[in-house]
């Protein structure tokens, strides 16, 4: 049974930061891309970052230079360090995992950004 469970999120200030972890449990880890979307109320579901199998990364231009998508293979982990949050961020974070053809999701977890 694959499993894909999201924490760190949480009410902060505008500027402030948090790390969201994604852990994941019945895939193989190491072969699939991760990634992480956010849907904020009344908008769709959007890409905000993504890492592949060889690390290399994207980013949504919304978070270029404040966000920090990375893996840890050996703990089956992303993470996402969110720095400079603005409260237009604010949204519930949903990790992914992604194979082509194949795709799970997490249950999402609510960042609030206060101004």
């Known amino acids: 049974q694959v499993q894909l469970v999201e924490s760190g999120g949480g009410l902060v200030q505008a500027g402030g930061s948090l790390r969201l972890s994604c852990a994941a449990s019945?895939?193989?880890?190491?072969?699939?891309?991760m990634g992480w979307y956010r849907q904020a109320p009344g908008k769709q579901r959007e890409l905000v970052a993504r890492?592949?199998?060889?690390?290399?990364?994207y980013y949504d231009d919304s978070v270029k230079g404040r966000f920090t998508i990375s893996r840890d293979n050996a703990k089956n982990t992303v993470y996402l360090q969110m720095n400079s949050l603005k409260p237009e961020d604010t949204a519930v974070y949903y990790c992914?995992?992604?194979?082509?053809?194949?795709?799970?999701w997490g249950q999402g977890i609510q960042v609030t950004v206060s101004s």
């Open positions: 019945g895939i193989r880890f190491s072969g699939y891309g």
């Open positions: 992914n995992a992604n194979l082509i053809g194949r795709g799970y």
């Open positions: 890492v592949y199998i060889d690390n290399s990364t």
